[in-house]
């Protein structure tokens, strides 16, 4: 048990009460590097304000499981929470007219941490760009100014078989990808429609990053690489972009401030091809947002099910934003059928980085590996000999779970 929990529990020790990441001093430049992702304001008083966005599709289904076992957990750990529910996504284009309201980014910046579910569907697909619900998570990223996304990718030895590569390969599997969020090809100037001399029609984007963007992700990564294996492989197309190259050139002048970390480069074609063919020789991948964004994807797999991934996304202050990697899956939606546990271990996420409860992310994070040791699965994660249950039914057993386990068994 202790064995698996850590598993679990590794590749998101980045921040304990006693260590001090993000508030550490880190020379030369200590106001880029200081991720301030605690609430602040709170000692002593352990009472929360949390942002919930279900957002679209199966968002809802998840968060509504999340924030039964965030309450629970917090009674247990005498914690408050007061929960403020919002409207975004496709759901908020319904309801106000825009994907991301005022409102809603209001009451996210006053809040402690955001929990999203996820967002999108096909009524929106076809929607202009301004009013498509992809449009409202990057506003509201940008809005929180979360700049470093941590997608933890983690083989838990009880779903190896869910992982379609060969168990001598996924077995073990222990990395996360730290991808820059809020810059690049997704916000680069100029971008547009237009035509060309030939008056075809052209569509365009710009790759670009400045040094402090490339040297604050940097940074987030080299202390995440620290608190882990000490290997870091930052990945870039410097043999073809310009902002590749000067991403390389800048990560490679921070290293010296971090002796103790290995630090590689790696072309990002390479990159998709090493996740598959040798997944184990990655600890932390720092990369840009399109690349990460892609490879993140591609590492999720690795595991099995895109449905089991959490994420954090953590800026230098203000509420850190959480939510699954995964999208919102109409197919399934109200189905009660996906898997809420990506969701549930992003609300642990959020009592770690979010809130420096470490003690209740790690009742979480227990819970979720006693569940899957009990045998249950959502269909995503099925295999022969174990219990298939929805959505609803997998949040009961994670609850019970959350409830059975004493403060003595989370930690030993
Ligand atoms: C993700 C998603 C988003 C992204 C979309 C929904 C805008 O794919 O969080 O990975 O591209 O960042
Ligand atoms: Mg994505």
Same mark, same amino acid.
């Given at each position: ?131 498509? #619900? ?55 100037? #100029? ?215 004493? #403060? ?5």
């Amino acid at each position: 048990m202790a064995a698996m929990l850590a598993n679990l529990v590794r590749p998101i020790k980045i921040k304990t009460p006693d260590s001090d990441f993000g508030r550490r001093k880190l020379s030369p430049t200590p106001s880029r590097t200081s991720i301030r992702c605690l609430a602040s304001g709170k000692s002593g008083e352990r009472s929360y304000t949390l942002t919930l966005l279900p957002g679209d599709g199966i968002g809802p289904e998840v968060v509504a499981v999340a924030k039964d076992v965030l309450s629970l957990t917090a009674s247990l750990e005498g914690i408050k929470f007061h929960f403020k529910e919002m409207p975004m996504g496709g759901s908020a284009l319904d309801a106000a007219g825009v994907p991301l309201p005022d409102e809603t980014l209001d009451t996210a910046k006053g809040s402690d941490a955001v929990l999203l579910g996820a967002i999108g569907g096909y009524k929106w697909d076809k929607n202009e760009k301004h009013l498509k #619900p992809e449009t409202g998570l990057l506003q509201l990223r940008v809005g929180l100014g979360v700049y470093a996304n941590l997608r933890p990718a983690v083989v838990l030895p009880q779903l190896v078989h869910a992982s379609t590569l060969k168990k001598e390969v996924a077995e073990g599997v222990d990395l996360m990808v730290v991808r820059e969020l809020t810059g690049g090809i997704y916000f680069g100037k #100029p971008r547009g429609f237009g035509t060309n001399d030939n008056n075809e029609d052209i569509g365009f984007n710009t790759e670009l990053y400045s040094a402090s963007e490339i040297d604050r992700i940097a940074r987030v990564a080299f202390e995440v690489a620290r608190k882990r294996n000490g290997k870091l492989c930052s990945v870039d197309k410097a043999n073809v972009l310009e902002a590749s190259m000067l991403w390389r050139k800048r990560v490679t002048m921070l290293a010296s401030e971090y002796p103790d970390v290995e630090l590689s480069h790696m072309y990002v074609d390479n990159a998709a091809m090493q996740l598959i063919r040798d997944p184990k020789q990655f600890d932390t991948i720092v990369t840009n947002n399109i690349f990460g964004d892609i490879l993140s994807d591609e590492a999720s797999m690795l595991t099995g099910s895109i449905g089991m991934l959490p994420s954090a996304s953590i800026g230098e202050s203000g509420p850190g934003l959480f939510e699954p990697i995964h999208g919102s899956a109409p197919d399934i939606a109200g189905q009660d059928k996906a898997n809420p546990l990506a969701t549930v271990l992003s609300a642990a996420m959020l009592l770690k980085y979010g809130l420096g409860e470490e003690s209740a992310a790690q009742r979480i994070e227990a819970a979720v590996i006693e569940t899957l040791n009990r045998g249950f699965r959502t269909g995503d994660i099925f295999s022969s000999g174990t219990t298939l249950v929805g959505c609803k039914r997998m949040g009961e057993e994670v609850l019970k779970c959350v409830d059975s386990l004493t #403060p003595a068994s989370v930690t030993s």
